[in-house]
């Protein structure tokens, strides 16, 4: 057996991917594009899995002083000679990720961001013997790294707001060099706050703490800072002139977060899985990053190591496992009329024209519907597919895995919606056992004309019917009393759905069609047909049921029809 470099799960620091051998997407030549073209503050927005955190780490690692230069031996930096000497290991570097800072309150994220702070601080432990600093100099760096019997940070708040400027001058003057710094993830702790009620105490805590080390700094060569979303410049990053953000609309450094087909494709080849291509592209290629087609390397990745174990493993919605999803619901919960429409749209695989403001404060994110446009497409869960005009783009969902998110977000609205008037749902599931296939009709077609319909028209009639399926599975459960069961072997075949009543021991058979060109009687002819040909009414009569009800069901767009037999 041939072996093969391990795939980075989870892995994203630049030195241990290297150093142990982990399979590396080369995006190395962003350095070069950087040296040449930055800005005194460069802020990348990029939706989360997409390599930030990585790419921070390989920064610091080519830029800071001590490190090893055969880190990039064989990588495509390596082949900037000239670069390499005038930057390679040049530097002190100041690196913090507020992946990690929360909290409930405050309190509590205050003393998270005192450790995250802090912990950067000590790396920096020569400082406490440096020659070139006053002893009162040494003093001010103690304060930001002595800690309390429990291990917390003794920082007082005012040394916290003021802790990365004053590691700048203090490094600054100990190498008489200027800083480089890095700032992972700056808008998580802002985020966290908004969540819990305490947002505006802490934008001014990070005005003020960037504001310091950012603005007029002469100690600082420049700073690079990752997020997911472009806070309003007024809201923490007021009086910066030289700010310069990259956003995924820039055609600027826009293959170097994702992966592009061309790195897809030699990572499947190298693990010998070329094969899965299509599938893989299907499912996480799709976004588009300024004019460059990126796909999601979470995902990537994750497939291809499932596959290494098991060939025949299938494609999964890794997206979830690693983000909050509560946007998208959120976004459903205030959609109105025309967004449903525009959500269905979307989900058939069309494409929708929106006004998107990348400048946002969290306050403002889900003011109105308007804004949650925006927030979808800086997340990762929309992506352009073409700018129209001004701030104008057309979007589209990027990939099979997100509308498979969209699609079970919609499936969880509806079953929380519909449970708000369970007499409503008594009265369509006792219309089932009472023969009244009329008043099923009508009420289907109410709940289908008030859903958002998951019509996806690249995908073949029996993915069309599972929408239906499933909507008519989620409705019946309501009766926790009966027992149903979906796709279940009987007679010849798979009946749709199965449903024994208890009390009467009426057993229900339902077969569903989808009514490709609207045919609805049609349909329901050929559902009940097919229920007699293959006696999809065996596995009821073997379990004791003593009437058996037959039902076809047949579905277009949404309208529905519904016979009796």
Request: aromatic residues 10%; charged residues 30%; proline residues 2%.
């Amino acid at each position: 057996m041939i072996s093969r470099k391990k795939l980075p799960i989870g892995v994203d620091n630049f030195e241990k991917i290297i150093r142990q051998e982990f399979y590396y997407v080369d995006k190395t030549r962003m350095i070069a594009d950087l040296l040449r073209n930055w800005g005194e503050v460069n802020l990348f927005t990029r939706p989360r899995r997409f390599g930030k955190t990585l790419n921070m780490s390989m920064l610091r690692a080519f830029l800071e002083i001590g490190t090893d230069p055969d880190l990039f031996t064989g990588l495509e930096i390596a082949e900037e000679k000239e670069l390499c000497e005038k930057y390679l290991g040049k530097f002190p570097v100041i690196s913090v990720t507020l992946k990690n800072v929360e909290g409930n309150s405050i309190d509590t994220a205050k003393k998270s961001l005192k450790d995250t702070i802090g912990t950067e601080a000590r790396r920096f432990d020569f400082l406490n013997s440096s020659e070139k600093l006053t002893e009162q100099e040494k003093e001010s760096y103690r304060a930001l790294t002595l800690v309390e019997e429990d291990g917390s940070f003794k920082m007082s708040d005012i040394a916290l707001e003021k802790s990365l400027l004053r590691l700048t001058d203090l490094l600054s003057k100990h190498y008489g060099k200027q800083v480089i710094l890095l700032i992972d993830e700056y808008d998580v702790p802002l985020d966290k706050a908004y969540q819990h009620g305490y947002y505006d105490t802490m934008v001014t805590l990070l005005r003020n703490l960037f504001g310091n080390v950012l603005k007029t700094n002469e100690n600082l060569y420049f700073a690079v800072l990752t997020g997911c979303l472009r806070v309003a410049k007024e809201s923490i990053f007021t009086g910066l002139n030289n700010f310069n953000v990259l956003s995924i609309t820039n055609v600027q450094f826009d293959e170097y977060f994702g992966f592009t087909d061309q790195d897809v494709q030699q990572m499947l080849s190298y693990y010998g899985l070329s094969e899965h291509y299509e599938d893989v592209k299907r499912w996480y290629n799709g976004y588009q990053f300024g004019k460059t087609a990126i796909y999601c390397p979470w995902d990537v990745i994750s497939y291809c190591d499932n596959l290494r174990v098991d060939p025949s493993a299938e494609p999964e919605d890794y997206w979830s496992n690693t983000s909050s999803n509560a946007i998208v619901r959120k976004f459903i919960d205030k959609a109105n009329k025309q967004t449903k429409d525009e959500i269905e749209r979307l989900i058939a695989g069309d494409s929708i024209v929106k006004e998107i403001k990348q400048e946002l404060t969290y306050n403002e994110l889900d003011q109105t519907i308007d804004n949650l446009w925006s927030v979808l497409f800086t997340t990762g869960y929309l992506t352009q597919r073409g700018r129209e005009s001004g701030r104008k783009y057309r979007l589209a969902i990027p990939n099979f895995e997100i509308r498979e998110l969209f699609s079970s977000q919609i499936r969880e609205w509806f079953k929380d919606v519909t449970a708000l008037n369970p007499s409503r749902l008594e009265q369509l599931c006792s219309a089932f056992s009472k023969k009244e296939p009329e008043v099923i009709e009508e009420l289907l077609n109410e709940y289908l004309w008030n859903t958002i319909s998951i019509r996806d028209t690249a995908v073949a009639k029996p993915k069309k019917e599972n929408f239906y399926h499933g909507v008519l599975l989620g409705l019946l459960s309501h009766k926790e009393d009966w027992l149903i069961r979906s796709n279940v072997e009987s007679g010849e075949g798979y009946s749709d759905i199965l449903v024994e009543v208890p009390e009467n021991r009426t057993g229900i058979v339902i077969e569903l069609k989808y009514a490709e060109d609207n045919q609805l009687e049609r349909s329901c002819e050929e559902a009940m047909k097919q229920m007699e040909r293959l006696g999809y009414d065996s596995k009821l009569r073997s379990d004791g049921m003593k009437e058996i009800v037959r039902y076809g069901i047949a579905c277009y767009k949404k309208h529905c029809k519904v016979i009796m037999k």
